[in-house]
């Protein structure tokens, strides 16, 4: 029966790929149509915000209610305590470099629901907590190194055989076949720790009507699906981490007051959404994001609303549709997302090849939010322009954009470590 419908599902996600195939992509800049950003510091109804007060009072609460009603959707409350269990410890993992711990965290209070495996390594000779990433992965936590203790994913993977996937499950084949992406020693000897997530362990990345997952957990009596207004995946995996979040400051390895959120692409979406929600992750990094992360939605540059949301369905919630070619009825825009995070810090990176992503627009956000992080009284962007390449802006809203493609590489970790290491306080 799961298989029938997930043949189903995988044949409407092909439909959908077609489909937004048709829609034209904008790739010139004269073709971008002309657009006005609404402005972060007028309140809805036309209150100019002045004061740091009232932005923490009124029109913070009004920008985040629109993202979460109109863009990503509204995710649950967690009631009660964070149940979870640790599997498995090393303090000499790594050959020793590192302590490892796999920990499973309940995403409901019942022990029968689902849950996500935490993979942390943190370094050894730490004297006491330390700064850590958090971060999901694509394809399972055995993906970010090969190390053979990692435990191999058993929930649902997307078929890619580069991954070592099959018939939707993990293989032997998959360990570390995304390591590139992960200087896991490197982290450690600069003294993070890093705690990986499978994505997929939240809610599997596929549209089939919110009917795995959490979503069918938090269904109100009667209910079948979200309503329009209600968690997408990308809220849903913001969710996870914040839920993550509720473990680490049980964990004597991390020091909350030092965890970064980072992530790449439909996970660097996530990543700024979680940020922009939860105000216990001091840092945010957001990889190439683009659409729906951190690019401006009025350029149209690249990857668009509506092909976003025709691509991608169970991405957003369903109000997010109506803004199909039509962004400007948007109360907000991404550089709202953005000042959401204000005053802490969020660096945004780009990929000059990754035209999809609109480094651009990107860059935009960055700079729209500005005004906030000035008014709450922290230098916001330290650059009216978009900075060359290979040159971060490292103010508290950071920039930066590489030559290359749509990726996370070693060098990118370097510029994530240092921007952490400024941005965090003790
Ligand atoms: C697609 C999608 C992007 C997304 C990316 C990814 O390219 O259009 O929005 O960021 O996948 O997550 O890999």
């Known amino acids: 029966m799961f298989h029938r419908f997930l043949v189903l599902s995988l044949v409407l996600m092909y439909c959908n790929m077609t489909e937004a195939q048709k829609i034209p992509t904008i790739y010139e800049e004269e073709n971008v149509p002309k657009y006005t950003l609404p402005d972060p510091l007028i309140a809805e109804d036309g209150t100019p915000i ?12 009004e920008i985040l209610k629109i993202f979460e009603e109109q ?7 967690f009631k009660g305590e964070i149940q979870f269990k640790v599997l498995e410890e090393d303090k000499n993992a790594l050959g020793g ?3 490892r711990k796999q920990v499973k965290v309940q995403l409901t209070n019942k022990a029968d629901g689902p849950s996500m495996e935490l993979l942390i390594y943190s370094p050894k000779n730490a004297k006491g907590p330390v700064p850590t990433f958090l971060t999901l992965n694509f394809y399972g936590n055995h993906t970010i190194h090969t190390d053979p203790a990692i435990h191999l994913s058993e929930s649902w993977v997307r078929n890619n055989s580069a991954k070592g996937t099959k018939d939707n499950r993990a293989t032997e084949k998959s360990r570390g076949a995304s390591a590139e992406r992960w200087p896991v020693e490197r982290i450690l000897e600069r003294g993070f720790a890093i705690v990986a997530i499978y994505y997929g362990d939240i809610d599997p990345d596929f549209d089939d009507d919110f009917q795995n997952g959490v979503h069918p957990h938090y269904l109100s009596e009667g209910q079948k699906k979200p309503g329009p207004d209600q968690w997408g995946s990308i809220s849903a995996w913001a969710w996870g981490l914040s839920r993550a979040m509720d473990y ?34 001091k840092v945010t990094i957001c990889n190439n994001s683009g659409c729906g992360g ?15 949301n025709t691509s991608f369905p169970h991405w957003f919630c369903d109000n997010y549709v109506q803004y199909n070619d039509n ?3 948007l109360a907000v825009d991404q550089h709202m997302l953005v000042s959401l995070i204000a005053p802490r810090a969020i660096l945004i990176c780009s990929a000059e090849e990754d035209r999809w992503a609109d480094p651009k627009g990107e860059f935009l956000s960055a700079f729209h939010a500005d005004s906030v992080y000035r008014l709450l009284g922290v230098e916001g962007i330290a ?23 749509h990726n996370v ?12 290491n400024k941005h965090f306080t003790k």
Do not use: C
Request: aromatic residues 8%; hydrophobic residues 35%; proline residues 6%.
């Open 71 to 77: 863009v990503y959707g509204r995710a649950p409350e």
């Open 248 to 281: 680490l400051e049980k964990d004597s390895l991390v020091d909350p007051n030092r965890v970064a959120v980072m992530g790449h692409s439909r996970l660097g979406k996530t990543s700024i959404w979680a940020g922009a929600q939860d105000t216990r992750f």
């Open 409 to 420: 590489l070693a060098s990118d970790w370097e510029v994530y470590m240092d921007f952490a």
């Open 97 to 99: 470099k590192a302590i």
């Open 294 to 308: 951190a690019a401006l939605n009025r350029r149209r540059f690249g990857e668009s609303v509506r092909r976003i």
């Open 327 to 329: 962004e400007g009825d």
């Open 383 to 405: 650059a009216k322009e978009m900075p060359g390449l290979d040159q971060p802006v490292m103010s508290p809203i950071g920039y930066k954009i590489r030559p290359g493609k």
């Open 50 to 61: 002045k004061t740091a007060k009232q932005w923490i009072n009124q029109r913070r609460p």
